[in-house]
């Protein structure tokens, strides 16, 4: 079964509204949580590094504002984008990084389009 | 700065070999490799702690260099189920240890 559970798999909304990601680690703690993104045809980049507890870390040129980083539990992080725009359109993926062996695990990952 | 992976895409036929390259401008902590079928998310392969380290499981295997600046990977007598996305994730040193995959390369397996 799934190590990392993220929901929702698939989100259309209209311009101007907000969407939350959430990723779940089911089988063990992780103090640490990655939020990447992914177009089609390329890699994934990482966005930001969500820590349990404290302020998510932003890698350079993700707006902080416009995506929302919470990782309110050991187990939950949730990722929400603000004021979505056609260009937010993207495969959102989630991993969790297992404490003891350093993988990291991935979410099935959500994909937005936004209309 | 985002590792350099090469070749960007490799098409083989079934039983082939193929070596996928990935390339550091600075030493890493580790380095980790992925799979991504198209519309998943990756699957982890194997990962390499130790500059010279050499490792792998069935036909697929993997190599770290001694500076710890570059990986291989290494598939062989390649099958069909081998086609997808390969990526190498440098994971960083320091307090965040944050993994920043490569380029990626499209490998597709022909019967």
């Known amino acids: 079964g799934a190590v990392v559970s993220q929901h929702p798999s698939r989100v259309i909304c209209k311009s101007g509204t907000s969407v939350k990601i959430e990723c779940r680690s089911l089988?063990?703690?992780?103090?640490?949580m990655f939020w990447y993104r992914q177009f089609p045809k390329q890699s994934l980049m990482l966005m930001a590094t969500s820590n349990e507890g404290s302020k998510a870390t932003y890698e350079q040129g993700v707006e902080k504002d416009k995506f929302l980083i919470n990782h309110a539990s050991l187990t939950l992080s949730t990722l929400t984008v603000t004021s979505a725009h056609p260009e937010d359109s993207s495969f959102y993926i989630c991993?969790?990084?297992?404490?003891?062996?350093?993988?990291?695990?991935f979410g099935e990952g959500s994909r937005l389009t936004v209309l | 700065q985002q590792p350099v992976q090469s070749p960007q895409a490799v098409i083989l036929r079934e039983g082939e070999d193929a070596v996928i390259n990935c390339s550091s401008s600075k030493a890493l902590y580790s380095v980790h490799w992925y799979r991504q079928k198209h519309g998943e998310a990756p699957i982890f392969l194997m990962i390499l702690l130790k500059g010279g380290e050499q490792k792998g499981h069935d036909k697929i295997s993997a190599s770290f260099n001694e500076k710890k600046q570059q990986s291989s990977l290494y598939l062989t007598a390649s099958q069909l189920s081998y086609s997808g996305t390969y990526f190498c994730g440098p994971r960083e040193g320091g307090a965040t240890n944050k993994l920043i995959f490569g380029t990626g390369t499209l490998l597709a397996v022909q019967p």
């Open positions: 089988d063990f703690q992780a103090t640490t």
């Open positions: 991993s969790a990084r297992h404490p003891s062996t350093g993988e990291l695990f």
